[in-house]
């Protein structure tokens, strides 16, 4: 794959507890540079970027980041104030607790009501798969389908592991033909950007994406 491919596939991802504006600025003028898929970015930072950019590039965010144990009526109000202060695409992250419960019609609940509220925005759910066994990410895979969502996430980046090929294999046999795939979670080599696409992904969280291959890029466009 070329290395423009890959990057329109990578949500580029700065959502660091610490992140300062300059940070965030390079990372939204790199993504219109290189043109990624998307920005991925701290919640207080939606307006800002939304006002300093405008349509030049798609912002996403997150809810319920990243430990998940908010309820649901918190995560519709965050929801609520990141799509009115302009992301367009949402990370939210499942309730781990109800996961290890097995009260997976309180998952499945929750899922959709963030799907009916985020109108014609897209909802990658997380999972995190470090914390899941394999029954549990097989009965998620169904949930996330079947609750409406665009994507299932394999990782929020702050658990004990991040995304793994054979996950995505999992993935591609149980979540049907509809719902799309999203790795992130420790990609960070070129060949492992391509190894996810390859496997099926159509989006990749990434910090490192573009420093990875826009030397690549540019010695192209210098030849």
Same mark, same amino acid.
């Given at each position: 794959m070329t290395a423009e491919g890959i990057l329109r596939h990578v949500d580029y991802t700065c959502l660091k507890a610490s992140a300062s504006w300059e940070e965030i600025k390079r990372l939204c003028e790199e993504s219109i540079q290189y043109h990624t898929a998307s920005v991925c970015i701290p919640p207080i930072y939606v307006r800002l970027v939304s006002e300093y950019y405008g349509k030049s590039l798609v912002i996403g965010t997150v809810v319920g980041f990243p430990l998940g144990y908010h309820s649901t009526a918190v995560k519709v109000i965050e929801m609520d104030q990141v799509l009115r202060d302009g992301a367009q695409e949402i990370d939210m992250v499942i309730n781990q607790c109800d996961v290890k419960n097995a009260q997976f019609e309180s998952v499945a609940e929750e899922i959709a009501a963030l799907k009916q509220n985020i109108g014609?925005?897209?909802?990658?759910?997380?999972?995190?798969?470090?914390?899941?066994?394999? +029954?549990?990410? !097989?009965?998620?895979?169904?949930?996330?389908?079947?609750?409406g969502a665009h994507y299932i996430k394999t990782s929020t980046g702050f658990g004990s592991a991040g995304a793994t090929l054979e996950d995505i294999a999992l993935f591609k046999e149980h979540c049907g033909p509809h719902l799309k795939i999203k790795a992130a979670g420790g990609i960070k080599t070129r060949e492992a950007l391509e190894a996810f696409l390859h496997a099926g992904c159509d989006r990749i969280g990434s910090s490192s994406a573009v420093?990875?291959? +826009?030397?690549? !890029?540019?010695h192209k466009t210098r030849s």
């Amino acid at each position: 794959m070329t290395a423009e491919g890959i990057l329109r596939h990578v949500d580029y991802t700065c959502l660091k507890a610490s992140a300062s504006w300059e940070e965030i600025k390079r990372l939204c003028e790199e993504s219109i540079q290189y043109h990624t898929a998307s920005v991925c970015i701290p919640p207080i930072y939606v307006r800002l970027v939304s006002e300093y950019y405008g349509k030049s590039l798609v912002i996403g965010t997150v809810v319920g980041f990243p430990l998940g144990y908010h309820s649901t009526a918190v995560k519709v109000i965050e929801m609520d104030q990141v799509l009115r202060d302009g992301a367009q695409e949402i990370d939210m992250v499942i309730n781990q607790c109800d996961v290890k419960n097995a009260q997976f019609e309180s998952v499945a609940e929750e899922i959709a009501a963030l799907k009916q509220n985020i109108g014609s925005g897209i909802l990658k759910v997380i999972v995190e798969t470090c914390s899941l066994t394999q +029954a549990e990410k !097989i009965q998620l895979c169904t949930i996330v389908k079947e609750a409406g969502a665009h994507y299932i996430k394999t990782s929020t980046g702050f658990g004990s592991a991040g995304a793994t090929l054979e996950d995505i294999a999992l993935f591609k046999e149980h979540c049907g033909p509809h719902l799309k795939i999203k790795a992130a979670g420790g990609i960070k080599t070129r060949e492992a950007l391509e190894a996810f696409l390859h496997a099926g992904c159509d989006r990749i969280g990434s910090s490192s994406a573009v420093a990875l291959l +826009a030397p690549e !890029i540019i010695h192209k466009t210098r030849s």
